[in-house]
């Protein structure tokens, strides 16, 4: 029985990667093209302008950023697109039959999420490499913080997904949640540039602490303790955990 | 003793001011071709819903093979098949991966054998390696009938499986479905083609407005409710109803009667009233007629 349950939660992953293996090319390929040019433009405009905590090359502190934002946002589009479609489709219906628990269901959406994230974000980190030279100070951090900001997206990206009834709910949802939280994050600064009031206002972006935590693990060197971007990013997980668990449990909007 | 394939007591289920189950009781033994009938808005999707767990009832109990459905939803749906109304697909797979994967859900790997029966019998074999995009309407009704068998549920229900699907294609699913009731399946059955319901199912139930407002075999059905219906076309059809006949929208004017005995004096009040017969047919009651009549009565 128990091995029965583990074949059914390994058959909902395994569907949910191939499913965004099958058009690799739009949800891997696409995005990592996407963060080149951002590296492309912003390194050549300002490499030779700025540097970041004394003495790292502005493209290089840029990487990890790029990196992160494109697992998070990628790690969000792979389970929220995946809901609404089979929500709007009415294929949902394929997963709800079977004796699958909401727990085996959750794990596999959010689990699949954090794969694609890190096949997107170790595809930036690759194509970085012939243009920057980055070092991997501790690499524990990068791995905890693209594990823990993966599922925390994947999670958020269960939620809108069956919060959402229409493409363009999650849309909005991505547009003006999930976008301006990651670039106003520090991707593409490091915080202590801003003024005091935009500090302030960054450190409630959970955001920012997955960044700075990843970004910790390359330099070495962050705006804030990893500690403290560790506890925070956790907390954030255990209560999105809590919240899509809820959601699945009751069935809200999927078993009427 | 074994227990009911499907067990259902006081079910309730309410959508805002929509009463869509209204304490419904209802057991299907073993092995029986069931059918279960009723206008639109009826509940029967509801009471389905429920059952398969798509839907959470307000209040009662919903067993299948003896497993509740809510406390042990598990074994429940192991032992449940639903093929759906709605002709919905996985836009990503190949229907051959698409079984695969629904035998996974259900905890079963290494499925190919059942598999390659199913497509046989549902004349899917030449298409296992298509897109489910590529296939028509009609194929991708029989796939869903394949997915709802994957993992070999005693239970089987269906709800409207032929609508929109072509005669041929009719004939060869009912035999499928008629072969795996001979196998021992259960099989629920929802459709609005009554004649269907009338030649497979052995018992009956017929909701309306949440409720089970009819519940027997087939035949105690149509016996109950008329048996013969006489048939004449009138030179006055205006004349049919003061002599007790129903008048169709075709001009037929239609006597229900409980015997052949009771042709002789039909025809006795025709001619006394003056009627002339220009046309006339003697035939069974069938099971549209005693859905509209016990549809009416409720």
């Known amino acids: ?256 | 003793m074994t227990c009911p394939a499907l067990r259902i007591v006081s079910a309730t289920k309410r959508y805002g001011t929509l009463q869509a189950l209204a304490g419904v009781d209802l057991e299907v033994a073993q092995g029986e071709f069931f059918g279960l009938l009723g206008p639109n808005g009826a509940g029967k999707t509801t009471l389905i819903s429920a059952l398969s767990g798509l839907v959470r009832p307000d209040g009662g109990i919903f067993e299948v093979m003896g497993h509740n459905v809510v406390t042990d939803y598990r074994n429940a749906r192991r032992k449940l098949g639903v093929v759906p109304q709605e002709l919905v697909f996985d836009p990503f797979f190949s229907v051959r991966e698409l079984l695969r994967i629904q035998s996974g859900y259900f905890g079963i790997r290494g499925n190919d054998d059942w598999i390659d029966e199913i497509l046989a019998n549902l004349d899917l074999t030449a298409k296992a390696g298509a897109n489910m995009r590529m296939l028509s309407g009609g194929m991708k009704r029989r796939v869903l009938v394949a997915q709802a068998l994957v993992h070999r549920p005693p239970v089987i229900v269906l709800d409207e499986p032929t609508a929109g699907v072509d005669v041929e294609l009719r004939q060869g699913l009912w035999q499928f479905i008629r072969k795996l009731n001979r196998d021992g399946h259960t099989i629920v059955l929802t459709t609005h083609y009554l004649e269907e319901a009338e030649a497979l199912c052995g018992r009956i139930a017929m909701l309306k407005a949440g409720r089970v407002v009819a519940l027997d075999t087939t035949e105690n059905l149509l016996r109950r409710f008329a048996s013969h219906a006489l048939r004449v076309r009138l030179e006055r059809p205006e004349n049919a109803s003061a002599l007790g006949a129903t008048l169709s929208d075709s001009g037929w004017a239609e006597f229900a009667l409980e015997r052949y005995e009771d042709v002789e004096p039909a025809l006795a009040r025709l001619r006394e009233a003056g009627g002339r017969i220009l046309e006339m047919r003697l035939g069974e009651a069938d099971l549209e007629r005693v859905f509209v009549e016990v549809m009416n009565r409720a």
């Open chain 1, 1 to 256: 029985m128990h091995e029965a349950r583990l074949i059914g939660f390994r058959t909902l992953l395994y569907k949910e990667v191939l499913r965004f293996w099958k058009v690799g090319f739009q949800t891997v390929a696409a995005p990592v093209l996407n963060a080149l040019l951002f590296l492309l433009i912003f390194s050549h405009v300002l490499d030779r302008h700025v540097t970041v905590y004394g003495d790292v090359a502005y493209t290089a502190f840029l990487v990890p950023g790029l990196v992160m934002m494109s697992l998070l946002q990628n790690a969000f589009a792979n389970s929220s697109s995946s809901l609404i479609q089979s929500k709007i489709t009415g294929n949902i219906i394929f997963v709800l039959l079977p004796p699958l628990s909401y727990r085996e269901f959750y794990a596999a959406y959010v689990i699949a999420s954090m794969l694609r994230g890190l096949f997107v974000g170790c595809g930036v980190l690759l194509v970085s490499f012939p243009f920057v030279d980055l070092p991997i100070a501790a690499p524990a951090w990068v791995l905890v913080f693209a594990l823990i900001g993966g599922a925390i997206l994947g999670s958020l990206g269960v939620i809108a997904g069956i919060w959402a009834d229409k493409f363009d709910q999650l849309a909005g949802f991505q547009n003006f949640l999930i976008m301006p939280l990651t670039m106003l994050s520090g991707v593409f600064y490091s915080i202590h540039s801003l003024p005091q009031m935009w500090q302030d206002v960054s450190h409630i972006n959970p955001f920012f602490f997955m960044i700075d935590g990843f970004r910790y693990g390359f330099f070495g060197q962050s705006d804030v303790s990893p500690w403290l971007s560790l506890g925070v990013v956790s907390v954030c997980f255990v209560l999105l955990a809590v919240l899509t668990l809820a959601m699945l449990a009751r069935g809200y909007k999927l078993r009427a």
